[in-house]
């Protein structure tokens, strides 16, 4: 009788792990004598999906005893998909971070990057003097993406300071075809677009250090340039379609190219999307100034992009595939897919010849022209970047304000509170939680 | 009803009320199955409208833009094992903790159901952790262990209660007649369970079928996982193909559609005895 | 009856070892691994992992995100318990009652339960859209326009129409569970009920029910520890927004703990969860069982 079981278990183990061979075999199988260092990016875009996997064939087929192999995050849920595969063990060798890069590195996990890559960029982001990842664009530079053929026909211009837009905005709610805006503010991180737009006019505008001064308790969130920054964040907001609350990004290009809304307010990507949606729209673009009269952008590089895994470095063969890949990757024949595709704005010195978008131009131009040039407010490192969890907590707070279920003064002590407990152990002023 | 009355005003009545009932309960898979043959502009343009066409251009490229059927494989490689490993396993647990009464059973039958509170998230990472120790992450191994240990509560629960309604003189027969307690589980009261196990086959095979973070998570990337964690691949951050994601649907829900009516009444004998009692 | 004493253990042993190594493997020892995160501010990747005692279940009776949370927690469970079971116990009666096409209602009203959670979400998050989505066309179609409304993004409605998404998903399941139970009634005892001048509806109270009082019972539990633990479809359909509406427990230990890097936090509101499933659930089954009839 207890052999039977035995055999059963037995059985059952013989056929999990003929299967867990199985899986292993043939990544061995591939290539057997290339050096293989795995790459794992966030592919919740279909262009860049593509695009990468073309610039990683085109480096496997141009280097031999070289092999990059991909392991897509499949969409969904990234930040958990590389949480996993650290928390086993399986950490990648080359690597796309995003905002948790900072913790990454305090964790020791991601390797400094020789000057032979990063002297490619025009401002990588130095962190503690060296840097860690190399942006896979420019930041997304965010503005005003709009229906020129409908501002054509009623004669409306791109605004040249703060209240001409807010003044467009009603002259469109007045003509009452289309909503000014359309928001999706069912992904937090697109409403995030706008509120950095809010805080870089209110708050940052006057101090650009408020969170390092938040950290050593100089400023807190009561403070009216905060209560302003969401102030504007309702003006603007007002004019957002009805439903702005539940509706993804992923659906703002289907209101723009159907004549539902005028403008959206967003980065560069969305011109390849808009147009692939429909080839004959015709795409205006223009910056919001601040209040102020300035023109402040997003843009430079932030702290996300691709990065090289600690265990990779020490292993000396590895270290050099996967310098050697994104070298390759950063060629401006290679990385020139990558942009066009996107519409991204390149990070490098040598950047590739873009493919024309005349609209892509205009908003290079501006940031050059802008008066200020920064990374989103979240993307900042050393002293001013955010706890681990604030982000995500002040955008749903700014919602709950924006949907009345809050008066901004309680929001600005909700944020006080919840700053509180996040910089009790996680200060880069005092060091606190870096270790 | 009984046999042979005629059907009254008040019987035609009711048959009415199930049927629009029905229509409601079903008009969201409706809306997919519509969906599924319609394209992205149209679904969005026209939500309520029956496809014009037949239109199969979403089928084509859910199978071309993603390894779909890869998926489909290795979502019945899953469930068949798993389910397999399940029925080898839980049964025999119960039938202990039921007939061989105890405090260490009573104790281990409270122990195993408590089980079905904790929830997955909580455990989530130590758990990967663990299937990494012993080898099986990125494996077929791992969710399918995880799956026979999700099994357990649920199935004790069933089982316990369905072995109740079994009598125990066929057993007494059976081991006077010197079969072994093992035998005397396998040859006879095992035959008697094909009810609960079909109950349990459908109930806790339709979550391993289903099952969207684990596989995620857990099967090696870089290639395809199963149907759900496919459909959910077409739901991107920028971009959400509803059109290919309600073609997956149709496909995922026709097999479980399947096998739910094909062991129908089987599956309800099998709660009516087990579930149903508690 | 299984043999004599010193051969029960051993059969004792070998019947239930394979199970119990399964569940202490693969449940117990990851569970109890990660209580002890629950004492530490880890962030989920450093490797240095900092022991803060109880700072983190101090935070949790402070929190007002967590308090928020257990409401939404709340309300959702109770929603999704009582109306589950209501609807399932209708449809059960229902579909015992009609004397044609009794298997295929019963298999229309079980199709729901069938979609996978993840999928359910999508189908409804396009159904709910404000814009596109098919109910509000149908409202307008039907001159309603003002009925129209952003479902899940007015902060009122959101839980209960993703309660409404959970109850249309789980009601045939449990459906079945009361069909089953209706249909182990015994004939006789209504039909002798009837004899006795019974009326319909003395029947079903002083019968039906009380006979049917052990299906009640492990649909209440089931659904009880179902609606505490809903994921996908919030994950899927608001991710806990607008704002924080819909925000449950569970989706404020995978948001905190794994998305926004707080994995000692978030462990901690898990084991908190943990302990108002296991009291909740002991304290309804004492309730539930005192009221059961033995069949």
Same mark, same amino acid.
């Given at each position: ?18 299967? =867990? ?50 392991? #897509? ?83 409306? /211009? ?89 509706? #993804?990004?992923?659906?703002?290009? /289907? ?31 223009? =910056?919001? #100034? ?96 955010? #706890? ?29 509170? /919840? ?17 | ?32 199955? %519509? ?13 309520? $409208?029956?496809?014009?066409?037949? &239109? ?12 779909? +059927? ?38 281990? &039958? ?6 079905? %509170? ?5 455990? %989530? ?12 992450? +990125?494996?077929? $191994? ?12 649920? +199935? ?16 007494? $027969? ?37 099952? &969207? ?22 739901? +991107? ?37 087990? $579930?149903?009692?508690? | ?8 253990? @051993? ?88 004397? @044609? ?23 409804? @998050? ?13 409202? @307008? ?155």
């Amino acid at each position: 009788m207890k052999k039977a079981i035995a055999l059963l278990l037995m059985a059952s183990i013989v056929l999990m792990s003929s299967f =867990a061979g199985g899986s292993q075999e043939d990544v061995v199988a591939a290539d057997s004598s290339a050096t293989t260092v795995t790459f794992v990016f966030a592919d919740g875009d279909a262009g860049a999906k593509e695009s990468i996997n073309e610039i990683v064939n085109r480096f496997n087929s141009s280097h031999e005893g070289m092999r990059v192999e991909i392991q #897509p995050g499949n969409g969904g849920n990234y930040t958990e998909f590389v949480r996993t595969k650290d928390s086993v063990g399986e950490f990648p060798d080359v690597v796309e971070m995003r905002g948790e890069a900072a913790m990454y590195i305090r964790a020791g996990k991601l390797a400094p990057l020789p000057a032979e890559l990063t002297d490619l960029f025009l401002s990588p982001m130095v962190i503690d003097g060296n840097v860690y990842t190399v942006a896979l664009a420019g930041e997304n530079t965010n503005g005003i993406i709009y229906n020129k053929a409908y501002f054509d026909e009623h004669g409306l /211009t791109e605004p040249q300071s703060y209240d001409e837009f807010i003044e467009l905005c009603q002259t469109i709610e007045d003509l009452g075809d289309m909503d000014p805006l359309v928001v999706g503010g069912g992904d937090l991180w697109h409403l995030g677009f706008l509120f950095n737009k809010c805080w870089d006019d209110q708050v940052i505008s006057l101090d650009p250090d408020f969170i390092a001064h938040c950290y050593s308790g100089e400023k807190d969130f009561s403070d009216p340039s905060v209560k302003a920054a969401i102030e504007e964040l309702v003006q603007i907001m007002a004019y957002a379609q009805t439903g702005w609350a539940s509706t #993804p990004d992923a659906q703002i290009t /289907t209101f723009l190219v159907n004549d539902m809304a005028a403008m959206m307010y967003s980065g560069t990507h969305m011109f390849t999307q808009i147009l692939s949606a429909d080839p004959d729209f015709e795409l205006g673009w223009f =910056a919001i #100034p601040s209040p102020d009269g300035k023109v402040r952008l997003v843009g430079g590089s932030g702290i996300s992009g691709l990065a090289v895994s600690t265990e990779c470095q020490s292993d000396p063969a590895k270290w050099e595939v996967a310098i050697e890949f994104l070298k390759f990757f950063y060629a401006p024949e290679n990385y020139g897919i990558y942009c066009d595709t996107l519409s991204a704005i390149p990070a490098t010195k040598d950047a590739p010849v873009s493919n024309g978008l005349p609209v892509l131009q205009e908003v290079i131009t501006a940031t050059g022209e802008a008066d200020s040039l920064s990374p989103m407010w979240n993307s900042k490192s050393g002293i001013n970047e955010l #706890p681990p969890d604030f982000r995500n907590f002040t955008y749903k707070t700014a919602v709950e304000v924006l949907l009345g279920q809050r008066t901004i003064d309680s929001a600005c002590e909700e944020l006080n509170k /919840t700053w509180a407990v996040a910089a009790s152990s996680f200060n880069p002023v005092t060091g606190q939680g870096i270790n | 009803m009984s046999v042979g009355r005629k059907a009254r005003t008040i019987d035609w009545i009711l048959v009415i009320v199930a049927a629009v009932l029905a229509f409601i309960f079903i008009y969201p898979v409706l809306f997919a199955l %519509m969906s599924a043959f319609k394209s992205n502009g149209d679904i969005l343009r026209a939500p309520a $409208a029956p496809p014009t066409s037949f &239109y199969t251009q979403n089928f084509v490229d859910l199978f071309q833009m993603s390894d779909f +059927g890869t998926a489909i494989v290795n979502t019945i490689f899953l469930t068949v094992v798993s389910e397999c490993l399940i029925i080898c396993i839980v049964p025999m647990a119960a039938y202990a903790i039921e007939r061989r009464r105890s405090r260490f059973t009573g104790f281990l &039958y409270t122990f195993f159901i408590a089980g079905m %509170m904790v929830p997955f998230h909580l455990y %989530m990472f130590p758990l990967f952790r663990e299937m990494k120790v012993f080898g099986i992450f +990125g494996t077929m $191994a791992g969710p399918i262990v995880s799956y026979i240990a999700g099994s357990i509560s649920f +199935g004790t629960l069933l089982y316990c209660s369905f072995l109740k309604g079994i009598p125990l003189e066929i057993e007494e $027969a059976s081991v006077i007649d010197g079969c072994t307690p093992f035998q005397t589980f396998w040859k006879i009261t095992f035959r008697l369970l094909g009810p609960c196990n079909a109950s349990m086959v459908i109930l806790n095979g339709l979550g391993i079928w289903n099952d &969207y973070l684990m596989p995620y998570l857990v099967l090696p990337s870089g290639r395809a996982k199963t149907i759900t964690v496919e459909i959910a691949g077409f739901v +991107g951050q920028f971009t959400a193909r509803w059109d290919i994601v309600f073609a997956g649907t149709i496909i995922s829900i026709v097999p479980a559609l399947a096998i739910f009516c094909a062991f129908q009444k089987y599956f309800v004998k099998g709660i009516t005895a087990g $579930a149903a009692k508690g | 009856m299984l043999g004599r004493k010193s051969r029960i253990d @051993k059969t004792l042993v070998a019947f239930i070892s394979p199970a119990l190594v399964f569940y202490l493997l693969f449940i117990i020892v990851p569970t109890v691994g990660s209580l002890y995160y629950s004492f530490t501010s880890w962030d989920g990747i450093n490797p240095n992992v900092n022991f803060i005692g109880l700072a983190n279940y101090k935070e949790i009776v402070t929190s007002a995100r967590f308090g928020n949370a257990l409401k939404n927690t709340v309300v959702l469970t109770v929603f999704i318990s009582l109306f589950e079971n209501a609807i399932a116990l209708a449809l059960a009666i229902l579909v015992d009652r009609v004397f @044609k096409l009794k298997n295929l209602f019963r298999s229309l009203f079980y199709i729901p339960v069938l979609i996978s959670g993840i999928v359910s979400g999508f189908i409804w @998050k396009v159904m709910y859209n404000y814009s596109f989505g098919v109910i509000n066309a149908m409202l @307008k179609s039907a001159g309603l326009e003002a009925l129209m409304q952003d479902w899940l993004g007015n902060t009122h409605l959101t839980l209960i129409m993703i309660g409404i998404v959970l109850v249309w998903k789980g009601a045939g399941y449990y459906m079945i569970i009361y069909l089953a139970s209706l249909q182990s009634i015994s004939s006789d005892i209504l039909e002798a009920a009837e004899i006795d001048g019974a009326s319909a509806w003395h029947k079903f109270t002083k019968i039906t029910l009380p006979l049917i009082s052990g299906a009640f019972t492990i649909n209440f539990t089931l659904s009880l520890i179902n609606g505490l633990k809903v994921f996908d479809q919030i994950n899927v359909m608001t991710d806990g927004g607008p704002g924080f509406t819909s925000e449950t427990l569970v989706y404020l230990l995978y948001k905190v703990g794994f998305n926004e890097g707080r994995q000692g936090f978030g462990t901690a509101v898990g084991v908190v969860l943990l302990v108002i499933i296991l009291v909740l659930n002991t304290l309804q089954q004492k309730f539930l069982r005192k009221r059961e009839v033995q069949v």
